[in-house]
């Protein structure tokens, strides 16, 4: 007689083959289930390299572009600083090295010292003024009032016209004699000013136009900005008794910063730059007044029967290396913001 507790005889397949024991069903079964994207070993992804091809090909255009238009470009022109380039060995490529005594001959010029205090002023005179108007007119659009996208549309001409377009009519309005400034200064019973040809006054006369045309960006972006910041926020503001002040400070503004940031790096760098809309308006003059780094280095290098071409690139080096010092200064501000 069996007892109860004796272990019943383990089910044999159809076949008659006794089944796998547990530890090696298991086993199995692991090397079957794979994680999704897992191949199995000894198995290579099929068109992999065909992938890769793919992307390269994509990529491509793009690394032509920047070596053609940038990478070289840069070479070059770190190159005509250290030589001593004239015109005969510009044709010829035999310039001999002379180091970074480019840098002292432009550092020691006379002129130096009023271009960078002058790009000093222009830059940030143009980033404040550019960056508070187009701050208030972001907040005046945000209203939605009626015919607010039409003047929004409006607000851009400026930043769509060519510079050539801008400064030239920037010239005609402050001509001394014909300008239209002058006109309404003199129906006020105030006299003509000089404003390109004063050596007062031609500095913040380019500075001038180049506010107006850098605001519709400012405004652009500052309004993106704006809509992204959620609604509810300031209605919980006032529900609180903040005023309007307060929430545009307290809550507003803080919540602008990374955009407001991004904005005036931008404006910093491209104002830096600026050269059509001094030299449409004043050719760097009188007298130097208005001459800027970058004018400078034009006329180093272009501006003259006998071109100064190593100096006029060491000018331009200097500006793409103050460019490169305040790009690495935002990226280490946000990067504290962000740890913060």
Known sequence: ????????????????????????????????????????????????SAGQWTAWAFLAPVVIYLLAFYAYPLYRNVDLSLRDYTVRSFVQGDAPFTGLANY???????????????????????????????LALAVFFTRHFRLSATLRALFLVPWLLPLIVSSSTWSWMLNSDSGVVNAVL????????????????????????????????????????????????????????ASGWQRFWRVTFPLLR????????????????????????????????????????????????????????????????IALVSGLVYIRVQRRQALA
């Open 1 to 48: 007689m069996r007892h109860a507790t004796e272990t019943p005889a383990a089910p044999t397949a159809d076949d008659g083959r006794e089944p796998a024991p547990a530890g090696a069903a298991g086993g199995a079964l692991r090397r079957i289930v794979r994680r999704p994207g897992q191949r199995a070993p000894g198995k290579s992804a099929p068109g992999k």
């Open 104 to 134: 002292a001959k432009a550092v020691g010029d006379a002129t130096f010292g009023p271009a960078l205090w002058h790009t000093v002023v222009f830059t940030l005179v143009s980033l404040a003024f550019q960056f508070t108007v187009g």
């Open 186 to 241: 003199h129906t006020f019973g105030i006299g003509p000013v000089n404003w390109l040809t004063s050596p007062d006054w031609s500095l913040w006369s380019v500075t001038i136009a180049n506010i107006w045309i850098g605001i519709p960006f400012n405004l652009v972006v500052l309004y993106s900005g704006l809509q992204a910041i959620p609604s509810h926020i300031h209605e919980a503001a006032a529900l609180d008794g």
């Open 258 to 321: 990374p955009v407001s940031a991004i904005t005036l790096l931008l404006g910093l760098v491209y104002t830096l730059k600026v050269f059509d809309i001094i030299w449409i308006m004043t050719k760097g003059g009188p007298s130097d007044a208005s001459t800027t780094l970058a004018t400078w280095s034009y006329r180093l290098g272009f501006g003259n029967l006998l071109p100064s071409f190593g100096p006029g690139a060491a000018v331009g080096n200097l500006l793409i290396v």
